[in-house]
């Protein structure tokens, strides 16, 4: 809401020491929040006054242009009297038009130094300016023509342009409708200085009666105030007067004639929306009414609109004039011959305004209002302001009837205890000032004992509950008399668990040379297909959003990979070749049968509602996903670098695991979007908790990353559900140890870890460790065989072991490995 | 080894006479003062003190003399190869010495050379900055409380106070979740974590709840689709807005030093009545000549997000009396703070997963 700092004095008298500063301040901390303020003036040195153009001599050019040269009279404002020459390029005005005009010495927007200069063969003295040259904005064509009321040559043009008054726009929160007006705001600045307010919706207004234009209101709870009034002799000529055309703009609406000026000055003026009808465009009398199925409307913004049965409509014999409270209709909009005129001013039912503009996806000025809430006592008021301002400015005559239908909703009297702001801001707040503070702001307010009621004003339909006269009172009383004071929390316990264990996740990972990253989790079928799913993939089945930000994107994704893989390509772009990510994240795994209720408000819901809405609420484990490429360990001279492989996707994972106390078992597999000779499957116990391994070849092309790159993603929620929480301390033997070497020759596709485990098992229990330290494979161990070499290492807890004792172990250890896996020792 | 030759006579044996010894010996130290490394002094301790050499062979004769003669004999022998001993003793330390300090040298290398063989890793300044965060709170023996990110429309709005034609509804650009029916969104605040607490535990409640929140803002350097909300809620019997304030203060000191307090300024928030703007004391230029702060633009103050006491209507809808208790909440981006507080100028930043971008804060904040 923009308001000029002149229209706000109309109503309320603000003494010298107000400075513009000072009064931004107080309404902000009232709840008005500044945004900006502009003053044109700021920005233009003079002389810039009014002048009247006395002749022009029209003078074609070689080019073809014709230009003008100009006498205009300046009064005496050049210092001589004498008409000023002056040539212009615009064709936008006659002789005889007051214009403004900027003389030698004037410095315009952009530091454009006006002077006396030969062009055209003319002495040009000053320049005939435009609204543009003078940072107006706007975007009309050619120079300032001032309406023929606007001054006397000579004048200051500051003032009759309205530029030496600066325009404040306040950001007004949606409870504070009222203060879409200026009498809104004009009645906070009052309020917030002590001082008097004028309010110019107090006018006695003529009585109701039959002889008006018929209405007819077949929703009283759409619409429960309707006021038309009437009137006849209208000038359609008529042209705005300058100082209304100057302070519609400044609150940013666009002069477009007279009869639609008024009505939105009035709007501006007192925060009612009105509309005006051409009465030889009406049939019959008007109707409040819901629309009938398949009924149309074009609206003043030339659209058609399909008309909804929940719309409520204003209409005539012929159909729909208007969408209640939102846009009229341009069957009946006032034209270049309308003389006669109905002026509506009605109150609606904010949430059917609301609606309304959700479902014809159109936002107005008047609707802004409406769906806010708009004093329902005001459309008689602004009725009569609107009949007044056409009889003044246009000409017209009041046709005697005033057409009220409905009655204003009563009032809403609050009651709370009057300590109650006291003890909610914290500040130490006396009964008198609470009651001084409520009846300053329009309540109606009575002391019984302790207990305080209050009857909202009729501008104030946001004051409903007792908090919000609390708000009232403290926000008058200073949001910066609030105390600090830290709350009396019991005693905390830290972290949960599960977010203990996430931050030693990430602190691990990071420390195995990991970089988080976090990505949005927005994908598409197109993810799919990369990641090569099959068409029956648990993975393919995702929420949708209805209104994604990519039409290419519009699913939440069910694994972080696709985030994951853009990164890393992205980094491998800019030239990371290097490049070791991950990601921990909810991913969302609905099943496709969530309903969620809307329960109601007025009470907790009960066990079952509540158990209703968790279940429909999708699932959302949390994942961790891990994508390495490049080079492990850099090359270097201390050596030859290592590239990421799949090795360290599982390793990574085992490392974690192991950090977290977790018996973690890997077995090969099969798994879109893996390399299917290079995949396992990470389980816990018989629980398959992810994968890891080297990404398909495919799959590394489809996402634009390096071959070879390595992936894993796992169900974190799982791993951290198995997480050994209270370790034991270890018990350790001091006895010497025995160490035993074995190489172990077995097919090529025996897993190493069944070869471990069964020597393991038949180590027995004097085994303290066992490390696979060489794999080899080639002519000394055959065609499809492959060489392990594990170094055992032997202890007991309780002494020293004897001669043989470890070799006997070692020896029992590789019969079970043979017997289990067919190993033969080399 | 011949046992004692009683036959023998003294007379003849020379090396054991006195001036015999005396030149062994001198020659011995003579031989290992020249002794220039540990391979020569090694060749001299065999020449000159092993079992071949003429002190030792000398020695062998003692046991040839007559008792009288044989002690005399013995302590001049004695003597002789203490000294001898001594003197290998001390000429080999020497060289050991000089040894070991030829080898250092000899070992040094380039401490210059690089020694990055394996680049360091980090967790993204987001999480980290959350936790430090919510290490303020836990300080104070707040809970950290957490919830889904699909979540349903009727604990996004309706339980907070934003029924189906609230206006504020169109303030937050939602992202809807098909289909309609379904009535789930991507939540756009923390705040329904708010309410799920409310839903689950009695009061007193005292939680922060930082998490990911979504809103259909296109992307460019201030807005991101996808960003963070820490906020608080306080439950309790007695709870003003000057807990709410004293909290603020806390935290904001607590992040940023002595004297960077906070401000409110009325505001309107559908889940809070009174509602406020909260501002902080710019931590650059605290206030004083603020014109050319780039910080805070020249305010002297920086923007932190909403906060007011709990709407009745909320607790209401959460099972709570207001009668009996009272609440306040407070809620704001970690994002832009991040921003403001470490100087990132571009929030693309913090979702394009660039790894030189998370490298920098390393793994805490
Ligand atoms: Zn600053």
């Known amino acids: 809401m923009k308001a000029s700092l002149s229209w706000i004095r109309e109503y309320v008298d603000l003494p010298a020491d107000v400075t513009l500063d000072k009064l931004t301040e107080r309404l902000t901390m009232l709840g008005l929040k500044l945004e900006a303020v502009t003053n044109p003036a700021d920005a233009i040195t003079g002389p810039l006054v009014v002048g009247r153009v006395l002749t022009i001599e029209k003078e074609p050019q070689k080019n073809g242009k014709v230009i003008n040269w100009c006498s205009v009279d300046v009064g005496d404002a050049n210092g001589t009297g004498e008409p000023q020459g002056i040539i212009c390029g615009a064709h936008n005005f006659v002789e005889g038009d007051l214009v403004v005009v900027c003389l030698p010495g004037a410095v315009l927007p952009g530091d454009f130094v006006i002077s006396e200069r030969k062009t055209y063969g003319h002495l040009s003295a000053g320049m005939i300016c435009s609204a543009a040259e003078l940072g107006l904005g706007g975007d009309h064509d050619g120079i300032i023509v001032l309406p023929a009321d606007a001054g006397a040559p000579g004048d200051d043009a500051f003032g009759v342009l309205g530029m030496d008054d600066p325009v404040i726009e306040f950001e007004i929160n949606p409870d504070r409708a009222y203060a879409l007006s200026l009498r809104g705001i004009a009645r906070e600045a009052a309020l917030g200085f002590e001082l008097p307010f004028t309010d110019p919706a107090a006018r006695s207004t003529p009585a109701a009666d039959d002889a008006g234009h018929p209405v007819v209101v077949e929703d009283s709870e759409g619409c429960p105030v309707f006021v038309a009034r009437t009137v006849s002799g209208f000038d359609p000529t008529a042209l705005t007067p300058a100082w209304m055309a100057t302070r519609l703009e400044q609150s940013g609406m666009r002069p477009i004639s007279l009869g639609v000026d008024i009505s939105n000055y009035v709007m501006l003026e007192l925060g009612q929306p009105n509309h005006c009808y051409d009465k030889a465009r009406l049939a019959g009398p008007i109707r409040v009414r819901r629309a009938t199925a398949g009924e149309k409307l074009t609206t003043l913004d030339s659209v058609v609109r399909q008309l909804s049965e929940a719309d409520l409509l204003i209409a005539d014999d012929n159909g729909a004039i208007g969408i209640a409270g939102l846009m009229g209709g341009e069957s009946t909009e006032l034209s270049e011959t309308t003389t006669d005129i109905v002026v509506e001013a009605a109150h609606f039912d904010p949430v059917t305004v609301f609606r309304a503009g959700k479902r014809h996806k159109l936002h107005s000025e008047a609707s802004k209002r409406f769906e806010r809430g708009v004093d329902p006592l005001l459309p008689q008021a602004a009725a009569d302001r609107v009949v007044e301002l056409l009889v003044e400015l246009g000409g017209a005559t009041a046709d005697a009837g005033t057409t009220v239908v409905g009655t204003a909703p009563a009032p809403v009297s609050i009651t709370i205890p009057v300590d109650l702001p006291a003890r909610i801001s914290g500040i130490d707040i006396a009964a008198e000032t609470t009651l001084a503070h409520l009846a300053a702001v329009g309540c109606d307010v009575s002391l019984d004992g302790e207990t305080l009621t209050a009857v909202a004003p009729s501008w104030r339909p946001d004051v409903t509950d007792p908090y919000d006269l609390v708000e009232e009172v403290v926000r008058i009383v200073g949001y910066d008399q609030v105390p600090s004071v830290l709350p009396p929390a019991p005693a905390g316990r830290g972290r949960s668990e599960s977010q203990r264990l996430r931050r030693r996740v990430g602190l691990t990972l990071a420390g195995e040379g990991l970089v988080e990253t976090i990505s949005y989790p927005f994908v598409g079928e197109a993810d799919w297909d990369r990641l090569d799913l099959p068409a029956d993939d648990d993975r393919r089945t995702a929420l949708r959003v209805v209104n994604p930000l990519n039409n290419e994107e519009p699913l939440l994704a069910t694994t972080l990979l696709p985030g994951l893989l853009k990164a890393l390509a992205r980094n491998v772009g800019r030239g990371n070749t290097d490049v070791a990510l991950f990601e921990t994240s909810l991913v969302f795994a609905p099943t496709g049968d969530e309903r969620a209720p809307i329960l109601g408000v007025d009470r907790r819901p009960t066990d079952e509602e509540w158990a209703s809405i968790e279940k429909a609420v999708p699932r959302q484990p949390m994942h961790l996903a891990i994508a390495l490429t490049g080079h492990a360990e850099e090359a270097g001279w201390w050596g030859e670098g290592r590239s990421a492989s799949w090795s360290d996707a599982i390793g990574t994972i085992r490392t974690l695991a192991t950090e977290l106390g977790v018996e973690l078992e890997v077995a090969s597999t099969t798994r879109e979007p893996w390399h299917p000779g290079r995949c396992a499957e990470l389980r816990i116990g018989e629980r398959v908790i992810g994968h890891a391994g080297e990404l398909h070849p495919k799959v590394c092309k489809a996402y634009g990353v390096p071959a070879r790159s390595a992936v894993a993603e796992i169900d974190l929620d799982a791993l951290l559900e198995h997480a050994t929480t209270v370790v034991s301390g270890p018990r350790f033997s001091s006895y010497p140890v025995a160490k035993e070497d074995v190489a172990l020759v077995v097919d090529a596709s025996v897993p190493s870890a069944a070869v471990e485990a069964a020597l393991r098992e038949g180590a027995g229990e004097l085994l303290e460790s066992i490390r696979l330290f060489d794999v080899f494979t080639g002519d000394q161990v055959g065609e499809g065989k492959k060489s392990l070499a594990y170094a055992l290492r032997f202890r007991a807890a309780d002494r020293t072991l004897k001669e043989g004792e470890a070799s006997a172990a070692r020896d029992a250890a590789v019969a079970l490995a043979a017997e289990r896996t067919g190993a033969v020792q080399r | ?365």
């Open chain 2, 1 to 365: 080894m011949s046992g004692p030759n009683t036959d023998y006579d003294p007379v003849e044996v020379t090396p054991l006479k006195a001036e015999e010894v005396e030149r062994m010996r001198d020659e011995a130290l003579v031989a290992i003062a020249a002794a220039a490394d540990l391979d020569e002094l090694k060749q001299v301790r065999l020449d000159h003190a092993g079992d071949r050499s003429p002190i030792a062979l000398a020695n062998r004769e003692i046991g040839a003399l007559p008792p009288q003669a044989r002690k005399e004999a013995g302590a001049r022998v004695g003597q002789a190869r203490g000294a001898i001993n001594k003197a290998l003793g001390e000429r080999s330390a020497v060289l050991e010495e000089e040894h070991e300090a030829r080898m250092l040298v000899e070992e040094s290398v380039d401490v210059t050379l690089p020694t990055d063989r394996r680049s360091r890793g980090a967790r993204h300044p987001i999480t980290t900055f959350s936790e430090r965060l919510a290490d303020i709170f836990l300080a104070m023996g707040w809970d950290v409380a957490e919830g889904p990110w699909v979540e349903a429309e009727w604990l996004n709005f309706d339980a907070l106070n934003m029924g189906a034609d609230h206006p504020a509804r169109t303030m937050q650009d939602t992202f809807w979740l098909e289909p309609a029916e379904a009535a789930l969104v991507l939540r756009t605040h923390t705040s329904p974590v708010q309410a799920r607490t409310m839903l689950t535990q009695e009061p007193p409640i005292y939680v922060v709840c930082p998490g990911r929140v979504y809103r259909t803002d296109e992307v460019d350097a201030t807005h991101s689709p996808v960003f963070h909300q820490i906020e608080g809620l306080v439950v309790d019997k007695g709870i003003t807005m000057a807990h709410l304030k004293g909290t603020l203060d806390h935290m904001t000191t607590a992040l940023f030093g002595e004297g960077i307090t906070t401000r409110f300024r009325p505001s309107y928030f559908p889940f809070t009545e009174p509602s406020a703007e909260m501002d902080m004391v710019c931590f650059v230029c605290r206030g004083v000549d603020s014109d050319a702060c780039r910080t805070c633009r020249g305010e002297g103050w920086i923007e932190l997000g909403g906060c007011g006491v709990v709407n009745p209507r909320v607790l209401t809808a959460c099972g709570i009396d207001p009668e009996v208790y009272s609440g306040v909440a407070f809620g704001f981006g970690i994002d832009r703070m991040l921003m403001f507080r470490h100087n990132v100028t571009d929030l693309r930043d913090v979702f394009e997963g660039d790894v030189r971008f998370a490298s920098a804060f390393g793994t805490e904040i």
